[in-house]
């Protein structure tokens, strides 16, 4: 049953991302940056709040009159301020709720995510409390009708030692303490949450905790246009001694409160404990089958840290040697941390298919895929491809499904991530002729299941990081693309153009050699090649 939840969302979200990848481009799609982006949405939230906060006055007669007075008097700054505040923390709900269904749908909620997915659930709370609180400070009649019904909800658990609803009774019984307390609890809240927020990515090496410049601007001015467009009005001042019938209501965060109405409390606790139990015991009821671990080969381990740098998970750590070799640190890796993905071994100096003598093993390895084996499985696939123009695809576990590629001049060879493929392995696939062309495909452009696979991958193939590819490789004959869309036939289409230019470069290399072999420089000719 979950099986086919995740996989149905997956697919929806696969095809509502390959839409935006189309519109702002990978670099820009919000989908791949949904948990930068509810950091950004809460700075906003907090640097407007601020400022509303100097104008604001707590005390439950001046409240109403002074939020309206920065929506109407002051609308070009308090009233875009108070816009901002509004809009940018339904925007907060709407990428986590998104962030949440897309971590669960990509199955990357259990194993060593199980921290950031449970800190995530409380996250939730956090942030419902701290915006509907703020509902509360306008004292208009929506903020009445949550006020009353929060505080008899809440009543329901014996926390307080007097009923809170009792505060809302009537005029009479709301005092200007309980609303300052209130207005407090609306600064404390939040900068738990904060706090909260920290400690959701401290599991994560190099989190992404902002969207990319681009994204930011484009987010923040059309809030601002939306601001200025559709400002953020109260409705008509709290009354206590009047019942509020009809209400404008926030449905981001106010969606299960026509629910409260009609329900009995105690069955809205059975909703809102249940599914938050569900989901802090979700990792634990889908255990995923584990692949075994990275393990340092510590004799071919000189300490670089190059593993330690690129793992995603922060599952390497690096240590004082401890095997008198003369090198001052050695890579250590934390079981409970790694996901198996490869990304170091992509990442190790002396992950190299070239060594002519003692075992191909590389500094770090993964136990169920050697170097060794990826080495052998090259050679083996290689010989049994036909044709000028054979190619080698390198796909992994996650992306598109690249099997159908497979054709009498084309291999293909899934990674666990395509990080995992050392750059020398390119070299020694087209300088020992084991194929014309490498390409390498996998999940979309910046939105790498392992988080960085793609972005390193590019990064050693360009040189910007090490281990790069040997400047005597040419680029000619490496074609990536990357689009996990899971729609095979732009996959194919570019496959059949980099086969079509292998097959010209095969032509000239042909008619360059007849040249070579006819005329009077011929060695000066190929040593020029
Ligand atoms: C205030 C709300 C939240 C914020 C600001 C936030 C932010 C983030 C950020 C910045 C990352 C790192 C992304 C990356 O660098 O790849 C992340 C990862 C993650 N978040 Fe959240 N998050 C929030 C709520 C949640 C919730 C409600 C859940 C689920 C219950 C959740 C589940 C996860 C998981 C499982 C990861 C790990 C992904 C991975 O390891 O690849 N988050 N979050
Ligand atoms: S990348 Fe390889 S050589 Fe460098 S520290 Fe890690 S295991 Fe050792
Ligand atoms: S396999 Fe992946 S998670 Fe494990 S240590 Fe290597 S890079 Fe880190």
Redesign the pocket.
Known sequence: MLAVIQKTGNRLFRVVEGVADRFFGPRLNPFY???????FF?WIVAGSGLYLYIYFRTSATEAYQSVEYLTREQWYLGGVMRSLHRYASDA?VL???L??LR??C?D??SG??????????F??W??YASGIGGYWLVWDQLAQFVAVLTSEWLDQLPIFSAAMARNFLNEAHLSDRFFSLLSFLHIGIPLV?LL??WI??Q??S????NPVNGLAWRTLLAMLVLSLLKPAVSMAPANLDKVVTQVDLDWFYLAFYPLMDHWSYSAMWLLAGGATLV?LFLPLLHRQKRSKVAEVELVNCNGCERCFVDC??GAVTMQLRSDGLPYEKEAVVDADQCVACGICVGACPTATPFRRRGAHLAGIELADYSIGELREQIISVSAKLQGKARIIVFTCDHGGDAEPLQAADTAVVKLPCIGFLPPSFIDFILSRKYAEGVFLTGCSAGNC???FGIDWTQQRLLNQRDPGLRQRVSRELIDCYWDGSGHSRPLKMELLDFHAHLKEMAEHEHVRDIRAIDGPGRDETRSER
């Open positions: 940056q949904l948990g930068g982006l509810a950091f809460f907060m990428t986590v709720v962030h949440l971590e669960f990509r990357r909620f060593v995510r199980w921290f950031s997915w449970v800190s995530g659930v996250l939730l956090l942030m949450l909260g927020m959701h990515i599991r994560i190099q989190p992404r905790s989901m995603p998970y299941y392992h988080r």
